[in-house]
């Protein structure tokens, strides 16, 4: 059992969610608007918050972002009807984990919400530290150092470096990516780690500009067009 939030303001797909979810025996709580949501958020903890872009009274996109810096640790799901894909790309680098576009079906729904709950609790799991260049990660208490200085990095980020840098200088597929972070019966488009990548360089860069740049060994993530990414050791 999970503790959601849906964050709906159309009342016939929020109580259909509520209901549904509930049957599963997860507890379920339903905003229908930003306000509402923000309380929420802040009186107490959930695993997994789906959050409907087009809310009345706010932006579903500033919401994202209020509730990521609230919650860093749990999933986040956007539900939208908006067909632009710079609408996505936006909701995921608000904070997003993940996204579904209206209309979806309820099985879709839920094998997502199970593969991402699933992961949560693989990913938890005690493990030993791993090393690349002036980069540690520490996937027992999930924290990540670059020469000393801690990177924060969100669930899917620490996730997606957790997988490349078991393999550093292998190059992994799209798919092999796609389906050991996300989900193994994941089908639709592959942007969401194409944003994340793209976070989590960004992060990687930040962190070697505070430190001394020309002494940081930081290693490359290398994109190999037509196949995924790799994580590549730095040259001494």
């Not at 997606?160 to 019966?185: C, G, K, Q, T, Y």
């Amino acid at each position: 059992m999970a503790r959601l939030l849906v964050i709906e303001d159309d009342e016939t797909i929020g109580e259909a969610l509520k209901s549904g979810l509930r049957l599963l025996d997860h507890e379920v709580v339903w905003e229908c608007t930003a306000e509402g949501a923000i309380r929420e958020v802040i009186s107490a903890e959930f695993d997994l918050v789906l959050l409907d872009l087009g809310l009345p009274d706010g932006d579903g996109v500033e919401v994202c972002r209020r509730i990521r810096a609230i919650q860093p640790g749990c999933v986040l799901v956007i539900l939208t009807a908006r067909q632009d894909e710079m609408d996505v790309i936006v909701g995921l680098e608000a904070g997003a984990d993940d996204y579904l576009t209206k209309p979806f079906g309820f099985a879709e729904l839920l094998a997502r919400i199970r593969a991402h709950l699933r992961r949560r609790v693989i990913s938890s799991s005690p493990q030993s530290k791993s090393t690349v260049g002036d980069l540690v990660l520490d996937t027992a208490a999930r924290r990540c150092f670059l020469a000393g200085r801690e990177v924060v990095l969100r669930t899917k980020e620490f996730d997606l470096l957790a997988r490349l840098i078991a393999e550093p200088d292998v190059a992994v597929s799209r798919e092999d990516l796609m389906a050991d972070v996300w989900d193994e019966n994941w089908f639709g488009s592959t942007k969401t780690l194409d944003v994340h990548v793209a976070a989590l360089r960004a992060r990687l860069a930040a962190a070697v500009h505070e430190a001394a740049p020309d002494l940081v060994a930081v290693p490359r993530i290398v994109t190999l067009r037509g196949h995924g990414y790799r994580l590549e050791t730095p040259s001494s």
